[in-house]
């Protein structure tokens, strides 16, 4: 039994202009100890995800299941699930300014996370908290327990919540883009930090991404999100070397990267779709250089590729195309080309042209 | 933090002169003859003539000015032109009056407007959220007499009628000679006052309260684990509150100079009521006592609700 089960996920809020169909169908699995990439754009349902694992999206219409030790966090009281949240599953925010409590102390906020599980008065409770803050490497911990957030650095703030997510020895943590807020040497520290506690900890980590390239030392496997479904699955080599979808090889065509000094990024074209309003067929065919009329018509779902065990793509192109080498590249074009009856071009097409191209066809 | 302070009470000592200044002056732009309404119509005019010496109505402008302030900085606030009373007197048997009645008021206002404000922000579009909007919106738009004679005719008036006497007509009992009676006395009055007032404060603390719980730091404290309660009271109303502070002291400053309504339709004989009659009377010294009584309240508010903002935020600095 994994540790994390999560099957056929949905998500969705209710407001003025329609449904937003936050996630739709989202299942994946996560072991003890191990680390799980979701990347996606800003939209992709990424972090509405493993919100909804820590019962934070109120106000939302919630489907599926997440088995967490067996247990179906999805149908737990809310004094059950209380339980969970902080102890067993914790949670590292983005922001690390705006997730602290602005008026209390850094101690006072770690010590109450402690307090909120277990029956140790704040003596003890401190104490821990002072440990753990030397544990993420804040220096004079025992002074700047008393210090408040605003008198942190980015880093700093980041490395006391970091402290806060593991005082409970958490089975699980989901760290949402924790370090986008931060300089890039300061993020190369808290990736670093984050690899190290798991290591001594044992814990499992989902680390949520809009960028590749911060999973690429980290993650064992990596799921990317389009419009609040998995587009593709994989472990780390898989993704990075032999990638299936076209959204994730665009992905990887838009890194900027050292070794490739010079050479033009390719950013993907168009915009992430409407999720009220969702293309037909694959959410991701307006914007796909390969799409096929079948794209346009039919939803992909996740089938495994031909190559390892665990990875799976939801895209129509013959499963035997993988990475992203020039050879490749066009095998995918003469696929799309053959699937084709009417020219199109990415990136300008709606949900709404698809239908009238469907319509033409 | 001394800067500061120094800054500020010197500054609140010009605003205190100009007003001091301009209410005295005030009096002799408007037409009056004050030796004449003391004296009485038969008065002679040798008797006027004496009236108006004793009081040194016959020195220039500045001249007079400058002796009520002599007497201002040494404690004495002058003679009442009226009853001859000193004015002290009269600002110390006013003020228990409106002290108590505004301090009396602003617990209840506090209390029940922050709490309306934050069940209705906790359960937004609720029923118990629209209640709290109508309550506001009722008792922002109704003045503040309608309240109280709706409260005199319901629950005094009907009820006494009726056979109920619960509620006193009006009157002041000392909080010293008896407490249940001054309690019992001003409830209708608190009721009154507060009524007006929670409304701004169910708006306040619940806009406060909305865009606090879209915070980040709010969903951390619910990924802690940590009880719904204690996440709306000690994390979410806890910022939420700020502003309300500095709103309360403002408000409670500006009622201790005189709830002139309220005292009125009452029978209080607050500072309101004092100001209001002196004014008609042309009691010159107990008018600018008043006012400036009134502008010392809010003047230590004001510095005061700073001073409570740096204690209630740290990221505040003053200087």
């Known amino acids: ?361 | 933090m001394l800067r500061f302070l120094v800054r500020r009470v010197l500054s609140g000592v010009l605003v205190l002169w100009l007003i001091s200044l301009f209410t005295f002056g005030l009096f002799y732009v408007a037409p009056s003859n004050v030796p004449r309404m003391i004296c009485g119509r038969l008065c002679t005019q040798s008797q006027v003539e004496l009236i108006t010496k004793q009081l040194g109505l016959n020195q220039p402008l500045p001249v007079q000015y400058w002796h009520f302030l002599d007497r201002l900085l040494h404690g004495d606030l002058g003679y009442s032109y009226y009853n001859s009373q000193p004015v002290s007197t009269l600002i110390g048997n006013a003020l228990p009056i409106t002290a108590s009645l505004a301090i009396g008021a602003a617990v209840l206002w506090l209390v029940g407007g922050v709490a309306i404000g934050v069940v209705s922000a906790v359960r937004p579009r609720s029923l118990l959220d629209r209640a709290g909007t109508i309550f506001a919106l009722i008792g922002l738009s109704m003045p503040s007499f309608l309240i109280g004679i709706l409260l005199l005719y319901f629950l005094f008036f009907k009820l006494t009628t009726a056979g109920l006497a619960w509620f006193p007509p009006s009157g002041y009992v000392g909080i010293t000679s008896d407490p249940l009676e001054w309690a019992h006395h001003l409830l209708l009055p608190w009721f009154a006052l507060a009524f007006i007032t929670a409304a701004t404060y169910v708006r306040l603390t619940r806009n406060q309260m909305l865009e606090v719980l879209g915070e980040d730091y709010i969903r951390t404290a619910r990924s802690k684990g940590v009880a719904r309660s204690r996440v709306t009271i000690r994390h979410a109303l806890r910022a939420a509150l700020t502003p309300v502070v500095t709103q309360f002291g403002i408000d409670l400053a500006g009622l201790l100079g005189g709830a002139i309504v309220t005292e009125r339709l009452f029978g209080l004989p607050g500072l309101g009521e004092l100001a209001v009659s002196s004014v008609t009377r042309q009691d010159q010294p107990v008018v600018i006592a008043t006012v400036l009584l009134a502008a010392v309240f809010i003047v230590v508010a004001n510095i005061v609700v700073d001073l409570l903002y740096a204690v209630l935020d740290p990221r505040v600095r003053l200087g």
């Open chain 1, 1 to 361: 039994m994994s540790l994390l089960e999560v099957s056929d996920l949905h998500v969705s809020f209710r407001t003025t202009d329609g449904d937003v169909q936050a996630v739709r169908g989202v299942s994946f699995e996560l072991d003890a100890g191990r680390t799980l990439g979701i990347v996606g754009e800003s939209g992709s349902g990424k972090s509405v995800c493993t919100q909804t694992l820590l019962g934070l999206t109120t106000g939302a219409r919630v489907r599926g299941t997440a088995r967490f030790e067996g247990e179906d966090l999805l149908s737990v009281s809310e004094d059950e699930f209380r339980a969970v949240r902080g102890a067993k599953i914790a949670a590292i925010f983005q922001d690390p300014l705006s997730s602290l409590h602005p008026l209390y102390k850094v101690g006072w906020q770690i010590v109450e996370m402690i307090r909120a599980h277990e029956p140790v008065n704040r003596a003890v409770a401190r104490r821990r908290a002072v440990d753990l803050l030397g544990l993420v490497g804040i220096p004079h911990p025992a002074q700047r327990i008393d210090d408040y957030p605003h008198q942190f650095s980015g880093g700093m703030r980041q490395r006391a919540l970091i402290a806060m997510a593991l005082a409970l020895d958490p089975k699980l943590v989901i760290a949402d883009e924790p370090t986008t807020a931060l300089d890039a040497t300061v993020q190369a520290q808290i990736l670093d930090l984050l690899l190290r506690l798991q290591q001594e900890n044992g814990m499992a980590l989902i680390m949520i991404t809009h960028d590749l390239g911060v999973i690429a030392g980290l993650a064992d496997e990596v799921m990317v999100m389009y419009a609040g479904r998995a587009a593709e699955r994989a472990d780390r080599r898989g993704l990075y070397y032999r990638a299936h979808h076209p959204y994730t090889n665009g992905l990887l065509e838009s890194i900027p990267s050292s070794g490739a000094a010079g050479a033009r990024l390719r950013p993907i074209p168009g915009q992430p779709p409407s999720l009220i309003r969702l293309p037909s067929g694959c959410a991701f065919h307006p914007r796909c250089e390969f799409a096929m009329d079948r794209c346009t018509r039919e939803q992909p779902e996740l089938v495994p590729v031909e190559d390892g065990v665990r990875h799976a793509s939801a895209c129509w192109l013959p499963g035997r195309l993988l990475g992203t080498t020039e050879e490749m590249k066009r095998a995918r074009q003469d696929a799309g080309a053959a699937g084709r009856t009417v020219e199109r071009v990415p990136g300008q097409s709606t949900g709404q042209d698809a239908a009238v191209e469907e319509g033409a066809a």
